[in-house]
């Protein structure tokens, strides 16, 4: 076959239809060589007991046996009070009720890298200028339960 024969399409905007077709379509060929990755999102929510205002928050998902942390935020006033902590806690007991073992995310060198540590986080890769003076961490948490 030959390039010829299709056509690049570079796209801003996709169709929902389409990428939805691409990633099923990934999931299907996922399931044929590993294990159902059962994925399933998850978000924990700290709210005003007042006004029940979302104050923080954490959302991820679970799948392959691994809890996938993608946002963690706080608002500023909360900060360094345990909540955080909280937070993570809250979202590790849901992914080991549904059989995870292991937690892995990302965060920035200007972002909260020491938490994860204290919380038993490891780095395990970084990519530097990324943004620009700064680095992206990967960490990971073996061993939830």
């Not at 060929?29 to 928050?57: M, Q």
């Not at 991820?60 to 900060?79: D, P």
Request: aromatic share 14%; with cysteine; hydrophobic share 35%.
């Amino acid at each position: 076959m030959s390039m010829e024969e299709y056509k690049l399409s570079v796209e801003a905007e996709p169709d929902p239809q389409e990428v939805q077709f691409v990633v099923g379509r990934l999931i299907s060929y996922n399931t044929s060589k590993a294990e159902p990755e059962n994925y399933k999102p998850l978000a924990v929510f700290l709210r005003d007991a007042a006004e029940s205002a979302v104050v923080g928050g954490l959302l991820g998902y679970t799948h392959w046996g691994w809890l996938y942390l993608s946002h963690v935020w706080l608002t500023e006033k909360l900060r360094g009070g345990g909540y955080g902590r909280r937070l993570i806690e809250a979202a590790e007991r849901e992914a080991v009720s549904r059989g995870c073992r292991h937690a892995y995310l990302e965060t920035h060198s200007f972002q909260a890298r020491g938490f994860y540590e204290k919380l038993g986080y490891e780095v395990f890769g970084a990519l530097e200028d990324y943004p620009a003076g700064e680095t992206r961490y990967f960490l990971r948490k073996r061993n939830l339960a």
